[in-house]
């Protein structure tokens, strides 16, 4: 009988020393697990913090005319804007852009507009130039856009910092497909569309910058009316998302090293 008693006190104290063990183990593991990840997320905390605070922030300049302001579309819904956005979906750290433009702008306007901003010694990360649909709807001589298109080029590219792997230049949009040209030679309008885009096209690859053609794509216009803005004549936010698409490549090319 006492033999039985004392296996029963025995394997009691075994079990009650064991389970004791078992505990101090547990919330000792316990609280070294809670340690540890608190240590990982205050590590990943701070290298994320000085990630962010590393990343060099970005900034852009959109020249042009009707086509950059985004006439008869919202200003989320500009060109410059959904570029902009879309790079910094991408993981770009920007600022919004800085949007020169206004409809009915010629290449001489455009440049008088830039000196009246004052903004001579600023520098930006990435500048987009597309300006001279209203040369040639006005009837405007190409020798002149010639002239007035390399020097607002001269310009963009010093606003890039005087590199010119940091601008991209758009070809002219044809309006000729447009419904506001429905009762217009449009054959003659393509053909000096290509004539003014021949010229800037040249003059950008001269300087070695990036040449975009949005010229086919404005096209497309004829076949789908849903690319033409209300007002029957520019581009609607669907178009320009197609130009954006096509110009972020270029993009990414030109901020690849930044």
């Known amino acids: 009988m006492f033999y039985f008693i004392f296996l029963h006190f025995f394997f009691a104290k075994c079990i009650n020393f064991g389970f004791t063990m078992f505990l101090n183990y547990f919330q000792i593991n316990t609280m070294m697990y809670k340690n540890f990840f608190l240590l990982l997320f205050f590590l990943f905390y701070q290298c994320n913090e000085n990630s962010n605070s590393d990343m060099k922030t970005l900034s852009y300049l959109a020249l042009g005319d009707s086509y950059t302001i985004g006439e008869r579309v ?16 991408d ?69 890039a910092g005087n590199k010119a792997e940091r601008v991209l230049v758009l ?55 849903d690319l033409i803005a209300d007002d029957g004549l520019h581009p609607s936010a669907l178009m320009y998302q197609m130009w954006v698409d096509k110009m972020f490549v270029f993009a990414k090319n030109i901020l690849k090293n930044e």
């Open 74 to 89: 919202l200003p989320v819904e500009r060109f410059p804007v959904l570029l902009y956005q879309k790079l910094k979906n």
């Open 91 to 159: 993981g770009f750290n920007w600022v919004e852009p800085t949007i020169i433009a206004k409809t009915g702008w010629t290449t001489s306007e455009l440049a008088g507009a830039i000196s009246a901003r004052n903004i001579g010694d600023s520098v930006f990360s990435m500048v987009s130039l597309l300006i001279g649909v209203n040369n040639q709807y006005r009837g405007g001589d190409t020798a002149d856009y010639r002239r007035e298109f390399a020097d607002l080029l001269k310009t963009a590219i010093k606003f």
């Open 171 to 225: 070809s002219i949009p044809d309006w000729g497909v447009t419904p506001f040209a429905a009762n217009r030679d449009t054959a003659l309008i393509a053909s000096q569309i290509d004539a003014f885009n021949r010229i800037n096209k040249e003059i950008a690859v001269n300087n070695g910058v990036f040449y975009v053609d949005i010229t086919e794509i404005s096209r497309f216009a004829k076949f789908q009316p």
